[in-house]
């Protein structure tokens, strides 16, 4: 059974850094394209940054440059390293997995299965 475990959220002020993981179990996150998700209050949920199985990467364009995603596929974890973080970036962010087109990497949320239940990270003016 496939599990995504989130963890790294908090608050911290503007320019501040956070590092998201996400735990894995009942896979290898190497077999899988993953994703993380973010949600603001009353807004869509947003890819943010997505990284298929071969390591290629992908982001928005609101956190190039700042947010950085990869793979530890010895410890099965997937992260999310966030840096100069903006009012702008609060929000629940989820991670994502599926394995359907591993080689395709997505930040479209109808292209991933497998949901954690999210971490939140607010940071403040």
């Known amino acids: 059974q496939v599990q995504l475990v989130e963890s790294g959220g908090g608050t911290v002020q503007t320019g501040g850094s956070l590092r998201l993981s996400c735990s894995a179990s009942?896979?290898?996150?190497?077999?899988?394209?993953m994703g993380w998700f973010r949600q603001a209050p009353g807004k869509e949920r947003e890819g943010v940054a997505a990284?298929?199985?071969?390591?290629?990467?992908t982001y928005v364009n609101s956190v190039k440059g700042r947010f950085t995603i990869s793979r530890d596929n010895a410890k099965n974890i997937l992260s999310l390293q966030m840096n100069s973080l903006e009012p702008e970036d609060t929000a629940m962010y989820y991670c994502?997995?599926?394995?359907?087109?591993?080689?395709?990497?997505?930040?479209?949320?109808?292209?991933?299965?497998?949901w954690g239940q999210g971490t939140r990270v607010t940071v403040s003016s």
């Open positions: 994502a997995a599926d394995f359907r087109y591993p080689c395709v990497g997505s930040k479209n949320e109808y292209d991933y299965k497998y």
């Open positions: 009942g896979y290898s996150v190497s077999n899988y394209r």
């Open positions: 990284i298929n199985r071969y390591g290629a990467t």
